[in-house]
């Protein structure tokens, strides 16, 4: 059975800092990987996808990696703003895709300006 | 739509009462997903269907909870005899088959027993 931890639970940082988050499963067999934000109060909003053959995505400031020999994902976000701050989700959808996300319980960052 | 749309937004009832709670997905997407998240918590997951079967719906935490799909679209998730602990914000996401695709996520019901 698929987990998805994500390291660390919360995290502040000072504006224009570089941070990296964490994100590892336990089974390899992953068809993608789907990094989401979430601001209080409100839904999912999706902001990188890779798939299993890729090792990285990239959208503006951020960067996604992928290591599906170690399970593991990284998020990157580079010169970080105090429009950052919101909880990081990351959710891996197994081999076949017939099956749920399954999701870590996030990363809260804030940035501090 | 442009989105998934989940209605209604925000939803007080009694406890012991029946609620009803809509989703729905982006057109076109196959797959469509329940989870629910408490306040402060992860998110849980509570159903999955694929066009209108329900591969897994393991994660149903009692027999109060029911959901169908009709038309590969719209999906309700419906609530039994409500209680307190089933107060949370219940999302729903679509997507579309395939590797390289992104599921999207309603803004949520806000579900509050009182």
């Known amino acids: 059975k698929q987990e998805v931890t994500q390291i660390p639970a919360a995290l502040s940082v000072p504006e224009g800092e570089n941070l990296v988050l964490n994100c590892s499963f336990t089974d390899s067999a992953i068809y993608n990987l789907q990094w989401f934000r979430q601001d209080p109060g409100k839904g999912l909003t999706s902001l990188l996808l890779i798939q299993s053959s890729q090792r990285e995505q990239t959208s503006g400031r951020l960067n996604a990696s992928l290591d599906k020999s170690s399970g593991r994902s990284t998020l990157y976000i580079a010169a970080s703003q105090p429009g950052d701050s919101a909880t990081y989700l990351c959710a891996a959808l197994s081999l076949g895709g017939n099956t749920p996300l399954v999701f870590g319980k996030g990363t809260r960052l804030s940035v501090i300006a | 739509g442009a989105g998934v749309s989940q209605s209604p937004s925000n939803k007080v009832t009694e406890k012991g009462k029946d609620v009803e709670l809509r989703c729905d997905p982006i057109s076109g997407h196959t797959a469509l997903y329940w989870y629910r998240q408490s306040l402060g918590q992860g998110l849980e997951f509570l159903i999955y269907?694929?066009?209108?079967?329900?591969?897994?719906k393991s994660g149903l935490p009692s027999d109060r909870f029911s959901a169908e799909r009709t038309g590969g679209s719209v999906s309700t998730l419906t609530i039994q005899r409500t209680q307190q602990e089933d107060s949370a914000v219940y999302l729903c996401?679509?997507?579309?088959?395939?590797?390289?695709?992104?599921?999207?996520f309603g803004q949520g019901t806000r579900l509050t027993v009182v």
């Open positions: 269907f694929q066009g209108n079967s329900a591969p897994d």
């Open positions: 996401a679509s997507r579309k088959t395939g590797a390289n695709t992104e599921a999207f």
